[in-house]
């Protein structure tokens, strides 16, 4: 996945999943540049889906909290 498909997943994922949403809103109010703050929300996106394949289940926001 090009990285231009990864950052219009994460805008769209920021807009609408409440944890990605805080997890960039609490980088960004800790002084991070808007960029370093999205490319870090992408790659906790990656990680999460990754496992979700990896162990065959859904999405539950409870699970993944920040």
Known sequence: ???RCQLMA???AMQCN????????RLI???KPKKVA???CIRK????????VRDG???D???NKN
């Open 1 to 3: 996945m090009s990285r």
């Open 10 to 12: 994460m805008m769209s």
């Open 18 to 25: 409440p944890v990605f949403k805080a997890t960039y809103q």
């Open 29 to 31: 109010a800790a002084g």
């Open 38 to 40: 999205m490319i870090a």
């Open 45 to 52: 996106m990656v990680v999460i889906l990754n496992s979700m």
């Open 57 to 59: 289940v859904y999405w």
């Open 61 to 63: 926001p409870k699970i």
